[in-house]
């Protein structure tokens, strides 16, 4: 089992930024995959930016692109996701969660832990 505790959301105005933080415990935290991902009001959860094991793999939906970066520090056991430029758009839910597959990072059945989430607001 791994456990993943997200944080730092919160409201921000457009144009602003954020940076979201996912702890995790439970097993080796380098043999996971991490993505975050969100869930818009009334919108499918939809994937927003993976890394690889040891970082040396990013992937970003083109939504944000340019303007979120992922990255994980494996000593510390946590991935981050720094947010630039915010849009009112970015207003979701913001997940973060675990795979061991070495496909499909995109996709959220290619996950088997989740955190609980947390919301980030964007006002224009």
């Known amino acids: 089992q791994v456990q993943l505790v997200e944080s730092g959301g919160g409201l921000v105005q457009a144009g602003g930024s954020l940076r979201l933080s996912c702890a995790a415990s439970?097993?080796?935290?380098?043999?996971?995959?991490m993505a975050w991902f969100h869930r818009a009001p009334g919108k499918e959860r939809e994937f927003v930016a993976a890394?690889?094991?040891?970082?040396?793999?990013?992937y970003y939906a083109d939504s944000v692109k340019g303007r979120f970066t992922i990255s994980r520090d494996n000593a510390e056991n946590t991935v981050y996701l720094q947010m630039n430029s915010l849009k009112p758009e970015d207003t979701a839910v913001y997940y973060c969660?675990?795979?061991?597959?070495?496909?499909?990072?995109?996709?959220?059945?290619?996950?088997?832990?989740w955190g609980q989430g947390t919301q980030v607001t964007v006002s224009s």
């Open positions: 439970g097993r080796t935290f380098s043999d996971y995959a």
């Open positions: 890394i690889s094991w040891i970082g040396t793999n990013t």
């Open positions: 969660a675990a795979s061991q597959r070495a496909t499909g990072w995109d996709t959220a059945p290619s996950y088997a832990y």
